[in-house]
């Protein structure tokens, strides 16, 4: 079993930053798939960024049109811990963040392809 704690949510001003950590924990030794999504009010819960590692410390991001230039995803495996640095941030960033990893290595971008979740933390920018 694989558990997912996110925290570093908050309120924060449009233009402002915040940075979001997931702390892994169970069976993570396998991973080397994760991933943030978000999910508004009445919205379905939609993909951020992910970010793919090999055995030989290469990393690959991938991010959502909306965030790219402004989110940056990493991983710290010693740590076991994702990170989401988001700059710049927008009324319309506003939602619960998730983490999440699946249990293949292939990088993917839909919440059904990912086997564990995270509780969420609430990120609110204000304008």
């Known amino acids: 079993q694989v558990q997912l704690v996110e925290s570093g949510g908050g309120l924060v001003q449009a233009g402002g930053s915040l940075r979001l950590s997931c702390a892994a924990s169970?069976?993570?030794?396998?991973?080397?798939?994760m991933g943030w999504f978000r999910q508004a009010p009445g919205k379905e819960r939609e993909f951020v960024a992910a970010i793919k590692w090999s055995d030989r410390n290469v990393y690959y991001g991938y991010y959502a049109d909306s965030v790219k230039g402004r989110f940056t995803i990493s991983v710290n495996n010693a740590k076991n811990t994702l990170y989401l640095q988001m700059n710049s941030l927008k009324p319309e960033d506003t939602a619960v963040y998730y983490c999440a990893t699946r249990a293949s290595n292939v990088l993917a971008t839909t919440p059904g392809e990912y086997d564990y979740w995270g509780q969420g933390t609430q990120v609110t920018v204000s304008s």
């Open positions: 169970g069976r993570t030794f396998s991973a080397s798939v």
